[in-house]
C-alpha cells in the first residue's frame, strides 16, 4: 500500500496501485472506462492475444510539478501510436477521447501513488490492448480490452545523470524493414529478449541494426537513438523503429537551441564522427552512452564517462517542462489538479 512505498527507492519495477481501468469493445463498439481494485482478467485461454499476439501496449508519465500541479505529458500522442498499433494489428483502436478519460481516471482514482516533487519518481500508466475472442483458426478477433495499469516509477537515474554501455547485436534482428517495428507490441519485445538479456546480464544494453543489411542503426531495446554531429542532432530513419514521443520532444528542443535535425540512415560507423550519443525514451528521457561496442568487428566506440553537454541540456530541458520548472510553450503538458 502507499503508506508502505519509500519513494526514493523505487525502481523502473511494477508498484501495484489501488485501481486499475478497463474498458471492454464488442463488434466495434467500445463501453466506457471503469475502475477496479481487479487486476485479473477472466481470458478465454483461445483469445486471439494469446493465440497469435494480438496485443499492443504504451507507456507514458505523470509527473508532480514544482507547484503541486499533476501534468500529464503528451497523452494524446500515445493515444495515436497506440491506435496506428492497433491497426497495424487488425484491432479496434481506442478513441483518442476515450484514451484520455481512462489515463484521467486512472490517475484520478490513484492521486496517492502520483510520487511527490523532488524525489524524481512519476505515476507511470501502461495502457495495454487486448484481443479477447476466443479463436482458433488463425486471424484476428473482433473483441477487445483495453486497461491502464498506473505504477509509481523511480527516476531512471538516481542521483547523477549517468551513461550506459551498448553492444551491437547482429544474430537477432528486432524487427523487420516491413514489419511490426513502427507499432509498440508486445512481439517485437519478446523477439528481442535472446539479444537484450544477455546484454543486460553484463550490464549494457542493445543497439539493433537495420534487419536487411546489418548495416544502418536502427534503434535501441526500447528506446531510440540519438547522435550529435557536431550542431547537428542526428536520429535514424527506418520503418522497423518506434517513433519516439520523447525523440519528437528533444528534437523540437534542439531545434529551438538552433540545431540542425536530420533524420536519416545512419552507417554503424558513423559513430566514429559523433561527439554524444545516447538512447531516448518515455523512461529515461535520455540514456547517455558513454561505449558502443561491436564485437564482430572488434570495435568500440567511446565517447567519453560523463554524459556530453548537448544532451545533458536537452535532457534538463525535457525534465524542467514535465516537472513544470519551464514554460510548457508547446502544450505538452496537460495539468489535471
Ligand atoms: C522500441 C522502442 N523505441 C522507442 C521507445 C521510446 O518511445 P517513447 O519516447 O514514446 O517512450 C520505446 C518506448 O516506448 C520503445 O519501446
Same mark, same amino acid.
Given at each position: 500500500?502507499?503508506?508502505?512505498?519509500?519513494?526514493?527507492?523505487?525502481?523502473?519495477?511494477?508498484?501495484?496501485?489501488?485501481?486499475?481501468?478497463?474498458?471492454?469493445?464488442?463488434?466495434?463498439?467500445? =463501453?466506457?472506462?471503469?475502475?477496479?481494485?481487479?487486476?485479473?482478467?477472466?481470458?478465454?485461454?483461445?483469445?486471439?492475444?494469446?493465440?497469435?499476439?494480438?496485443?499492443?501496449?504504451?507507456?507514458?508519465?505523470?509527473?508532480?510539478?514544482?507547484? #503541486?500541479?499533476?501534468?500529464?505529458? !503528451?497523452?494524446?500522442? @500515445?493515444?495515436? !501510436?497506440?491506435? !496506428?498499433?492497433?491497426?497495424?494489428?487488425?484491432?479496434?483502436?481506442?478513441?483518442?477521447?476515450?484514451?484520455?478519460?481512462?489515463?484521467?481516471?486512472?490517475?484520478?482514482?490513484?492521486?496517492?501513488?502520483?510520487?511527490?516533487? #523532488?524525489?524524481?519518481?512519476?505515476?507511470?500508466?501502461? $495502457?495495454?490492448?487486448?484481443?479477447?475472442?476466443?479463436?482458433? #483458426?488463425?486471424?484476428? #478477433?473482433?473483441?477487445?480490452?483495453?486497461?491502464?495499469?498506473?505504477?509509481?516509477?523511480?527516476?531512471?537515474?538516481?542521483?547523477?545523470?549517468?551513461?550506459?554501455?551498448?553492444?551491437?547485436?547482429?544474430?537477432?534482428?528486432?524487427?523487420?524493414?516491413?514489419?511490426?517495428?513502427?507499432?509498440?507490441?508486445?512481439? @517485437?519485445?519478446?523477439?528481442?529478449?535472446?539479444?537484450? =538479456?544477455?546484454?543486460?546480464?553484463?550490464?549494457?544494453?542493445?543497439?539493433?541494426?537495420?534487419?536487411?543489411?546489418? +548495416?544502418?542503426?536502427?534503434?535501441?531495446?526500447?528506446?531510440?537513438?540519438?547522435?550529435?554531429?557536431? @550542431?547537428?542532432?542526428?536520429?535514424? !530513419?527506418?520503418?522497423?523503429?518506434?517513433?519516439?514521443?520523447?525523440?519528437?520532444?528533444?528534437?523540437?528542443?534542439?531545434?529551438?537551441?538552433?540545431?540542425?535535425?536530420?533524420?536519416?540512415?545512419?552507417?554503424?560507423? =558513423?559513430?566514429?564522427?559523433?561527439?554524444?550519443?545516447?538512447?531516448?525514451?518515455?523512461?529515461?528521457?535520455?540514456? $547517455?552512452?558513454?561505449?558502443?561496442?561491436?564485437?564482430?568487428?572488434?570495435?568500440?566506440?567511446?565517447?567519453?564517462?560523463? $554524459?556530453? $553537454?548537448?544532451?545533458?541540456?536537452?535532457?534538463?530541458?525535457?525534465?524542467?517542462?514535465?516537472?513544470? +520548472?519551464?514554460?510548457?510553450?508547446?502544450?505538452?503538458?496537460?495539468?489535471?489538479?
Amino acid at each position: 500500500m502507499k503508506q508502505d512505498i519509500d519513494w526514493s527507492k523505487l525502481g523502473f519495477h511494477y508498484t501495484e496501485t489501488e485501481y486499475i481501468v478497463r474498458a471492454a469493445c464488442h463488434n466495434g463498439v467500445w =463501453e466506457e472506462p471503469y475502475a477496479t481494485t481487479d487486476k485479473y482478467l477472466h481470458l478465454h485461454v483461445s483469445a486471439t492475444s494469446l493465440q497469435y499476439g494480438q496485443e499492443a501496449f504504451e507507456g507514458l508519465k505523470a509527473f508532480r510539478g514544482v507547484d #503541486g500541479k499533476i501534468r500529464i505529458f !503528451r497523452w494524446r500522442e @500515445n493515444a495515436r !501510436r497506440m491506435a !496506428r498499433s492497433a491497426e497495424g494489428l487488425y484491432m479496434t483502436p481506442v478513441p483518442e477521447e476515450l484514451f484520455g478519460r481512462a489515463i484521467r481516471l486512472a490517475l484520478e482514482k490513484n492521486m496517492d501513488f502520483v510520487p511527490p516533487y #523532488g524525489t524524481g519518481a512519476t505515476l507511470y500508466f501502461r $495502457p495495454l490492448l487486448i484481443g479477447t475472442t476466443p479463436r482458433l #483458426g488463425v486471424g484476428p #478477433g473482433r473483441d477487445f480490452e483495453f486497461v491502464v495499469i498506473p505504477s509509481p516509477i523511480g527516476p531512471y537515474y538516481p542521483g547523477k545523470f549517468h551513461c550506459t554501455t551498448f553492444i551491437v547485436n547482429r544474430h537477432v534482428d528486432r524487427a523487420a524493414p516491413l514489419g511490426t517495428g513502427q507499432f509498440k507490441v508486445g512481439g @517485437n519485445y519478446a523477439s528481442s529478449f535472446r539479444a537484450t =538479456e544477455p546484454a543486460h546480464a553484463q550490464g549494457m544494453d542493445c543497439i539493433f541494426l537495420d534487419a536487411k543489411y546489418h +548495416r544502418y542503426i536502427d534503434e535501441c531495446s526500447a528506446a531510440n537513438f540519438i547522435g550529435i554531429k557536431g @550542431n547537428e542532432y542526428l536520429t535514424p !530513419r527506418s520503418t522497423a523503429i518506434l517513433p519516439s514521443i520523447t525523440n519528437n520532444s528533444l528534437m523540437t528542443l534542439a531545434r529551438e537551441r538552433g540545431m540542425k535535425v536530420t533524420r536519416r540512415h545512419i552507417r554503424l560507423e =558513423e559513430l566514429a564522427e559523433m561527439s554524444e550519443c545516447a538512447a531516448c525514451g518515455t523512461a529515461c528521457v535520455i540514456s $547517455p552512452i558513454d561505449k558502443v561496442i561491436d564485437p564482430e568487428h572488434d570495435k568500440t566506440y567511446s565517447f567519453g564517462k560523463e $554524459p556530453g $553537454p548537448i544532451l545533458t541540456e536537452l535532457y534538463h530541458a525535457l525534465r524542467d517542462i514535465q516537472f513544470g +520548472r519551464a514554460e510548457d510553450k508547446h502544450g505538452w503538458c496537460e495539468i489535471v489538479s
